[in-house]
């Protein structure tokens, strides 16, 4: 499983007269980086990178406090249609993401957003997936914790965000993580609703690298490995709260 980013990795620091040989070389002989030098005369890099920037953080931090919100009200309130509602939302998981990008696409156009990078991270802004975990996690605290906060006089946004937030760094840090790298690798979603250059994200500029490297694929590789690498080390330096949260969110129905 790791050989081929190895692999992936090697050959973007090779120089291309010496890049695929056979047998396959797991060090680059010739050093260079001159690959990655090369991506922005072919493609401006450096621009889809901060609009691929942008629309994560934005996606990222913007779904994390809703469904933080939503979870805590799944997990804590009781109101009526609770459980009906939180199905209906469940359901929604099951409906691949293709079914709903025409309905997504008209309003979008009616709002005025296609081709702008908001048609990107509005709808993201609602992640079923993660006000589920939340949900879970949330139902795994002791309640008693809440209780005696209210005997203090706290209100429910103190209790979520002085309580139920710092005790769930775990899940929090997971779901942070898997938000972060769908959006920085949608490739679905610019590609429907970006036309303009200026616009584009990362994976549509990777794609568009591909078509006309002109035969540089060492190029190609330098490209991908500078949009692969950052998020990979981002997941390894928070692996073991990512492995902590899998393993406690389900403790509790």
Known sequence: MVAPLVWLI????????????????????PFTVDNFANIDGLIPFGR????SLQV?????????????????AFSRLRFRGRQAILLVMLSALMVPVQTTVIPVFVLMRNLGLVDHLAALWLPALINVFAI???RQYFNTIPRELDEAARIDGASHPWILFR?????????????????????????????IFLSSPQ?????????????????????????ITAVVVPVMVVFLAFQRSFAASIASAGIRG
Do not use: C, K
């Not at 090697?10 to 002989?29: C, D, I, K, N």
């Not at 568009?208 to 190609?220: F, I, K, R």
């Open 10 to 29: 090697v050959q973007s620091l090779t120089a291309e007269r010496a890049a695929f040989s056979l047998p396959p070389g797991w060090l680059p002989r």
């Open 48 to 51: 889809m990178a901060l609009n």
């Open 56 to 72: 994560s953080l934005i996606s990222t931090v913007g779904s994390m406090l809703v469904s933080v919100l939503a979870g805590y």
């Open 132 to 134: 589920f975990f939340f």
């Open 163 to 191: 309580i139920i937030v710092p005790l769930s760094g775990p899940a929090l840090a997971a779901m942070t993580i898997l938000a972060f790298e769908a959006s920085w690798n949608n490739y679905f979603g610019p590609l």
């Open 199 to 223: 616009h584009m994200t990362l994976p549509i500029g990777l794609v568009t690298l591909q078509a006309g490297q002109g035969g540089s694929s060492v190029v190609v590789f330098a490209a």
